[in-house]
T-cell receptor, first 115, second 109 residues
Framework: EPEVTQTPSHQVTQMGQEVILRCVPISNHLYFYWYRQILGQKVEFLVSFYNNEISEKSEIFDDQFSVERPDGSNFTLKIRSTKLEDSAMYFC?????????????FGEGSRLTVL | QQPVQSPQAVILREGEDAVINCSSSKALYSVHWYRQKHGEAPVFLMILLKGGEQKGHEKISASFNEKKQQSSLYLTASQLSYSGTYFCGTGGNNNDMRFGAGTRLTVKP
């Protein structure tokens, strides 16, 4: 069964460092998403991406964050200068449809720890 | 704007039923339900695309009242495997989906 894969599974970084989280969505999917979950809390929407551009972003997704699809298979989330409060599990998701009409397939997540 | 879920937590004995509610202050085009087990990714349960639609998945079903901007998830004859956190996600006209804060369900033997 096709799946969304994320790397790394866990990353530890120092405050102020740049981090790139990588995702390989399901191959025929067109819509891509990043969500964040702080330990024990809700799953928060960060950004959606379609047709090589951001389609929606939340208030969390400020100038420190960026996304790109560099090569047609990977979908990356970059945090330019990490803060302690960026520590969380980051989930990538993909779908064959807009969120109004189709299931999201989630990856296993990348746990980011900022020291 | 994210939907509001209730209750925040439920504890059941095996075989008991539960209802989880989800409501939104804005017009809904769809409601998604996901279950997340501890340390894992959310897993899709079902999507409801139009008002009044009811869907079922094993002994888990859901309804969607578009007029009231509400959805409910029904878990009947609960099993130990149903334990986890249930999230509703609401889709508006934009390509984003916001999840509620979750309902933690614990099923005990």
């Amino acid at each position: 069964e096709p799946e969304v894969t994320q790397t790394p599974s866990h990353q530890v970084t120092q405050m102020g460092q740049e981090v790139i989280l990588r995702c390989v969505p399901i191959s025929n999917h067109l819509y891509f998403y990043w969500y964040r979950q702080i330990l024990g809390q809700k799953v928060e929407f960060l950004v959606s991406f379609y047709n090589n551009e951001i389609s929606e972003k939340s208030e969390i997704f400020d100038d420190q964050f960026s996304v790109e699809r560099p090569d047609g298979s990977n979908f990356t989330l970059k945090i330019r200068s990490t803060k302690l409060e960026d520590s969380a599990m980051y989930f990538c998701a993909s779908s064959g449809h807009r969120t109004g009409t189709g299931e999201l397939f989630f990856g296993e997540g990348s746990r980011l720890t900022v020291l | 704007q994210q939907p509001v879920q209730s209750p925040q937590a439920v504890i059941l004995r095996e075989g008991e039923d539960a209802v989880i509610n989800c409501s939104s202050s804005k017009a809904l085009y769809s409601v998604h339900w996901y279950r997340q087990k501890h340390g894992e990714a959310p897993v899709f349960l079902m999507i409801l695309l139009k008002g009044g639609e009811q869907k079922g998945h094993e002994k888990i079903s859901a309804s969607f009242n578009e007029k009231k901007q509400q959805s409910s998830l029904y878990l009947t004859a609960s099993q130990l495997s149903y334990s986890g956190t249930y999230f509703c996600g609401t889709g508006g006209n934009n390509n984003d989906m916001r999840f509620g804060a979750g309902t933690r369900l614990t099923v005990k033997p």
